[in-house]
């Protein structure tokens, strides 16, 4: 497949004259997510699903979340140049997307970062039939094999009422990780109202906004102390050990992210309950998903693929690490300690 290549700018169709979540402004990129190493600024015409550019817009502000933007919903099929373009839903976060490319009778998809687990904040991802199939490896390792989102969130709820006068405070990305958090609550019967991180407000209103009920939140920061015992309180991870945590009524630090599996990490942050929950395929999920695609060669991102590529190999699969020409570092898609 020739028709997809690397530039420095990023990942470029070339049929279609469009890169797709380039690194560098450009005239035109789709864009998979609204996550800041995906969505960048200043792009001139930028194509997304709605959410996706709703989302870019609050978080980059008019004029910096592209020139022109091309709302496209999931399944809505354009041509661009001789191309034909549409997205599918990838599960990650609300409006993610994978990038499915038509030419000459050949189809490439770009997942983006994507999971197969379901999600109540967005839609479930879908397996489409594809020749090339490029997909992350956050977790691309055989370790990683990650626990039922339920059970995490059971523990945290466990903890909860065995400390009723302490505050449980979770650190969670901004967008996805933290709106999924608290939807997983609400499933789980917990009604009270969640204390909420002012830099995590904006993005629980925008997902409201898009038809995603969370329940009663309230802001953390101009609350009063007593108020928060025995609750919830949700902020960004890097918030939930510096002095804006100290301030709550006896905290219980609590860290909800893929790499709490990884013990040393959760001690190395001072996680006193870490909750093992994920945006991104775990190790089976990332097999699992590239032999559904039936795709005979896969494209590798994000950091450890030299594991999944050998293990492709031996399902006679063709994978290719895309690090190694240099399109994408692992360090740029650990935005505040750690990939969502
Ligand atoms: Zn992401
Ligand atoms: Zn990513």
């Given at each position: 497949?020739?028709?997809?290549e690397?530039?420095?700018?990023?990942?470029?169709c070339?049929?279609?004259?469009?890169?797709?979540?380039?690194?560098?402004?450009?005239?035109h990129?789709?864009?998979?997510?609204?996550?800041?190493?995906?969505?960048?600024?200043?792009?001139?015409?930028?194509?997304?699903?709605?959410?996706?550019?709703?989302?870019?817009?609050?978080?980059?502000?008019?004029g910096?979340?592209?020139?022109?933007?091309?709302?496209?919903?999931?399944?809505?099929?354009?041509?661009?140049?001789?191309v034909?373009?549409?997205?599918?839903?990838?599960?990650?976060?609300?409006?993610s997307?994978?990038?499915v490319?038509?030419?000459?009778?050949?189809?490439?998809?770009?997942?983006?970062?994507?999971?197969?687990?379901?999600?109540?904040?967005?839609?479930?991802?879908?397996?489409?039939?594809?020749?090339?199939?490029?997909?992350?490896?956050?977790?691309?390792?055989?370790?990683?094999?990650?626990?039922?989102?339920?059970?995490e969130?059971?523990?945290?709820?466990?903890?909860?009422?065995?400390?009723?006068?302490?505050?449980?405070?979770?650190?969670?990305?901004?967008?996805?990780?933290?709106?999924?958090?608290?939807?997983?609550?609400?499933?789980?019967?917990?009604?009270?109202?969640?204390?909420?991180?002012?830099?995590?407000?904006?993005?629980?209103?925008?997902?409201?906004?898009?038809?995603i009920?969370?329940?009663?939140?309230?802001s953390?920061?101009?609350?009063?102390?007593?108020?928060?015992?025995?609750?919830?309180?949700?902020?960004?991870?890097?918030?939930?050990?510096?002095?804006?945590?100290?301030?709550?009524?006896?905290?219980?630090?609590?860290?909800a992210?893929?790499?709490?599996h990884?013990?040393?990490?959760?001690?190395?942050?001072?996680?006193?309950?870490?909750?093992?929950i994920?945006?991104?395929a775990?190790?089976?999920?990332?097999?699992?998903?590239?032999?559904?695609?039936?795709?005979?060669?896969i494209?590798?991102?994000?950091?450890?693929?030299?594991?999944?590529?050998?293990?492709?190999?031996?399902?006679?699969?063709?994978?290719?690490?895309?690090?190694?020409?240099?399109?994408?570092?692992?360090?740029?898609?650990?935005?505040?300690g750690?990939?969502?």
């Amino acid at each position: 497949m020739d028709w997809l290549e690397l530039k420095p700018e990023g990942l470029f169709c070339a049929p279609g004259a469009f890169y797709i979540d380039p690194l560098q402004p450009v005239a035109h990129a789709v864009i998979t997510h609204g996550h800041s190493d995906h969505a960048r600024p200043h792009h001139t015409h930028v194509t997304a699903t709605p959410e996706t550019l709703a989302i870019m817009h609050l978080r980059m502000g008019e004029g910096r979340a592209g020139h022109t933007r091309q709302p496209l919903h999931y399944g809505q099929v354009i041509s661009v140049g001789d191309v034909q373009l549409w997205l599918a839903p990838a599960g990650h976060v609300l409006g993610s997307a994978q990038v499915v490319m038509e030419y000459r009778g050949q189809r490439a998809v770009v997942s983006g970062d994507y999971k197969r687990a379901p999600d109540p904040t967005c839609v479930l991802f879908e397996v489409v039939p594809c020749d090339l199939f490029v997909t992350e490896a956050t977790f691309g390792l055989p370790v990683f094999r990650l626990p039922d989102p339920a059970h995490e969130i059971g523990k945290l709820l466990h903890d909860v009422r065995l400390f009723p006068e302490r505050t449980h405070v979770v650190g969670c990305y901004a967008l996805g990780k933290c709106q999924r958090l608290i939807a997983l609550l609400r499933n789980a019967g917990y009604h009270d109202p969640l204390w909420l991180h002012g830099a995590l407000l904006p993005m629980c209103r925008l997902y409201e906004s898009l038809g995603i009920p969370l329940g009663e939140l309230r802001s953390a920061t101009v609350a009063q102390k007593a108020e928060m015992r025995g609750g919830i309180v949700l902020a960004p991870p890097s918030a939930i050990a510096d002095r804006w945590a100290r301030r709550l009524p006896d905290p219980v630090v609590c860290l909800a992210s893929g790499w709490m599996h990884v013990r040393q990490r959760a001690k190395a942050r001072g996680v006193e309950l870490p909750l093992v929950i994920s945006d991104h395929a775990d190790w089976d999920a990332l097999l699992e998903t590239c032999r559904a695609t039936g795709a005979k060669e896969i494209w590798v991102t994000h950091g450890r693929e030299d594991a999944l590529i050998y293990a492709l190999g031996k399902m006679q699969i063709h994978g290719r690490a895309l690090r190694l020409i240099g399109y994408e570092d692992e360090d740029e898609d650990v935005p505040e300690g750690g990939p969502a």
